[in-house]
């Protein structure tokens, strides 16, 4: 059975940096003290109109799929995790797959293409699916990509602000590659507690209505604004996040008898700096391995923990031989963690 090792990383953020005080001065009631005290986010990036999720993806993917030394006809699967796709369907994948230049010429590679709708686990439960066509030896490359394209979709009033200061744009990616060399992806395990699906989600239609989204006289489509924009009790979310996130990490730990502290860098979600500060300090992690750059994005969503690999391989903090915890929590509820010897 091969082994499956990242090859490859890569990440990239739209140009435009909004700052906590950009919101206070599009007119949300807030401040930069509250934002920074509640969450440790100072700036996130939102996209221009006319950019969306699979444009923000096809930087990120090419620099990936350029550091594993392949090109876009080398990859066996694209597995696209996104909550934030350009529409409803066909998913992003496909249009990355196409904007990639893999559908047409001399090097056109017709692979599968599939987006994951896990929210803030998408790029873990996308590894788990990268990870497993590998071992298997069912795909040499996989391309797993996490991109959200959030700026597009949130409530920039005082009403939406507890949502919309969290989150901002941007694209990760890496390639999942079949190895000979032991090591690479040890594991990974996820969770799911559908009981709570309703406690941070964003409706847009109900499809048990007829029609799915109510028309006006004129028959145009009139979306509510309790379903356009994403509703998240904050609380809940939080209480649930830490206990999650510190169990989904010792699952992973137990399944591979691996002791935490043999562990050198921890990628942890980047959904709240304090969410991340109690799994630390509860588990007794080292404040110097686990690493953050919510700062800079914000909560990223499924590009949050690629985004985080690539930018700690660029700065030296990620090297090769590293034993390296990922964990993510978020809508679904959903979960999950991963264990890789970079
Ligand atoms: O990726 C996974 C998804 N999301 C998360 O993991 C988020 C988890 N939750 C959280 O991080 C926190 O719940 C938040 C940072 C979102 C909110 O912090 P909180 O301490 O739970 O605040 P809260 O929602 O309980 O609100 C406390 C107060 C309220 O005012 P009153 O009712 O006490 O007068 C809010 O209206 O803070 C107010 N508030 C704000 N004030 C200034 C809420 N948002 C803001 C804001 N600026 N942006």
Same mark, same amino acid.
Request: glycine share 10%.
């Given at each position: 059975?091969?082994?499956?090792?990242?090859?490859?990383?890569?990440?990239?953020?739209?140009?435009?940096?909004?700052?906590?005080?950009?919101?206070?001065?599009?007119?949300?009631?807030?401040t930069?003290?509250?934002?920074?005290?509640?969450?440790?986010?100072?700036?996130?990036?939102?996209?221009?109109?006319?950019?969306?999720?699979?444009?923000?993806?096809?930087?990120?993917?090419? /620099?990936?799929?350029?550091?594993?030394?392949?090109?876009?006809?080398?990859?066996?699967?694209?597995?696209?995790?996104?909550?934030?796709?350009?529409?409803?369907?066909?998913?992003?994948g496909?249009?990355?797959?196409?904007?990639?230049g893999?559908?047409d010429?001399?090097?056109?590679?017709?692979?599968?293409?599939?987006?994951?709708?896990?929210?803030?686990?998408?790029?873990?439960?996308?590894?788990?699916?990268?990870?497993?066509?590998?071992?298997?030896?069912?795909?040499?490359?996989?391309?797993?990509?996490?991109?959200?394209?959030?700026?597009?979709?949130?409530?920039?009033?005082?009403?939406?602000r507890?949502?919309?200061?969290?989150?901002?744009?941007?694209?990760?990616?890496?390639?999942?590659?079949?190895?000979?060399?032991?090591?690479?992806?040890?594991g990974?395990?996820?969770?799911?507690?559908g009981?709570f699906?309703?406690?941070?989600?964003?409706?847009?239609?109900?499809?048990?209505?007829?029609?799915?989204?109510?028309? /006006?006289?004129?028959?145009?489509?009139?979306?509510?604004?309790?379903?356009?924009?994403?509703?998240?009790?904050g609380?809940?979310?939080?209480?649930?996040?830490?206990?999650?996130?510190?169990?989904?990490?010792m699952?992973?730990?137990?399944?591979?008898?691996?002791?935490?502290?043999?562990?050198?860098?921890f990628?942890?979600?980047?959904?709240?700096?304090?969410?991340?500060?109690?799994?630390?300090?509860?588990?007794?992690?080292p404040? /110097?391995?686990?690493?953050?750059?919510?700062?800079?994005?914000?909560?990223?969503?499924?590009?949050?923990?690629?985004?985080?690999?690539a930018?700690?391989?660029?700065?030296?903090?990620?090297?090769?031989?590293?034993?390296?915890?990922?964990?993510?929590?978020?809508?679904?509820?959903?979960?999950?963690?991963?264990?890789?010897?970079?």
């Amino acid at each position: 059975m091969p082994y499956a090792r990242i090859s490859g990383t890569g990440f990239y953020v739209p140009p435009r940096v909004v700052t906590n005080d950009d919101l206070v001065r599009i007119g949300i009631d807030t401040t930069h003290e509250w934002v920074v005290q509640r969450t440790g986010i100072e700036q996130r990036r939102y996209a221009d109109e006319g950019v969306g999720t699979s444009d923000l993806a096809l930087p990120a993917a090419r /620099d990936a799929i350029a550091r594993a030394g392949l090109r876009p006809s080398d990859l066996d699967l694209i597995v696209f995790a996104t909550l934030s796709p350009e529409m409803a369907f066909p998913g992003s994948g496909v249009l990355l797959q196409q904007k990639l230049g893999m559908c047409d010429g001399d090097d056109a590679k017709l692979c599968g293409a599939m987006d994951i709708r896990n929210q803030c686990s998408g790029f873990l439960y996308a590894l788990k699916v990268a990870s497993s066509a590998v071992k298997a030896g069912e795909a040499r490359h996989v391309l797993v990509v996490g991109a959200e394209t959030h700026s597009a979709a949130m409530d920039l009033s005082t009403q939406g602000r507890t949502v919309s200061m969290l989150f901002g744009d941007g694209a990760g990616a890496v390639v999942v590659s079949a190895s000979e060399e032991p090591g690479g992806i040890l594991g990974t395990w996820l969770g799911a507690d559908g009981r709570f699906a309703e406690i941070l989600c964003q409706r847009v239609w109900d499809i048990r209505k007829r029609p799915f989204i109510p028309l /006006d006289e004129h028959g145009v489509g009139q979306v509510q604004p309790s379903h356009m924009w994403a509703q998240m009790e904050g609380r809940t979310v939080f209480k649930h996040a830490v206990e999650k996130m510190c169990l989904a990490l010792m699952q992973a730990c137990w399944a591979t008898g691996t002791d935490p502290k043999d562990i050198d860098l921890f990628c942890f979600h980047q959904a709240n700096m304090r969410i991340n500060q109690y799994v630390a300090n509860t588990l007794g992690l080292p404040e /110097d391995k686990v690493l953050h750059n919510i700062q800079r994005y914000g909560n990223t969503t499924a590009a949050t923990i690629p985004i985080l690999l690539a930018e700690a391989e660029r700065d030296g903090r990620l090297k090769r031989g590293m034993r390296v915890a990922m964990v993510a929590f978020g809508s679904g509820f959903t979960w999950g963690s991963s264990l890789v010897d970079w």
